[in-house]
């Protein structure tokens, strides 16, 4: 009975440690993912304000109707911020909307930066610079995703190593 107990934590912990490299490693291309996402978005939303001329609220909503979370959140909350009468501005609606963005996707500091830097630009210049404020971001966020599909393959190696290395040493504690 004993040995069964044994056998069975020792699975367990072998489990344990698999999920858990296997967690990381999602996060890691859910990340990906949710880059070349925002990457379309940003591409769509310059395409809107380019040749549909529609108004930034306008253009929130028509991109928020094919979209899937975090992006419908963020995109439905900048298009009711935006369409509300309060005497909140653009860049504290934006701020705001990055908050909600941040907390709800596998997205760090270093992808949202880029965009905080849009607060100040969407809505108050003219077009051109509108459309050049949103090609610098874009930039951005392509030189990330670069880095980060370079850097994938080795951070899954790294995180599947160290998960079912600290899974044997607790092994070898519990004999």
């Not at 490299?21 to 996402?37: D, F, I, M, N, P």
């Not at 928020?64 to 509300?84: I, V």
Request: net charge negative.
């Amino acid at each position: 009975m004993v040995m069964v107990c044994k056998i069975a934590g020792f699975c367990c912990v072998l489990f344990a440690s698999g999920y858990f490299a296997y967690g990381l490693s999602r996060t890691l291309e859910q990340r990906v993912y949710e880059l070349r996402k925002l990457y379309s978005i940003l591409l769509q939303l310059k395409s809107e304000i380019q040749y549909m001329n529609s108004t930034l609220p306008e253009c929130f909503l028509k991109l928020s109707t094919n979209l899937a979370e975090p992006f419908l959140s963020w995109l439905k909350f900048l298009a009711d911020g935006m369409q509300q009468t309060q005497e909140k501005s653009f860049c504290e609606i934006w701020q705001k909307g990055l908050e909600i963005l941040e907390q709800g996707s596998a997205l760090c500091e270093e992808d949202i930066i880029p965009l905080k830097e849009l607060s100040d630009k969407l809505g108050a210049m003219d077009i051109t610079s509108q459309l050049k404020a949103i090609d610098y971001v874009l930039l951005h966020i392509e030189r990330n995703r670069n880095i980060l599909e370079t850097e994938l393959t080795q951070k899954k190696k790294v995180a599947v190593t160290l998960s079912l290395f600290c899974g044997f040493m607790t092994l070898i504690l519990l004999l």
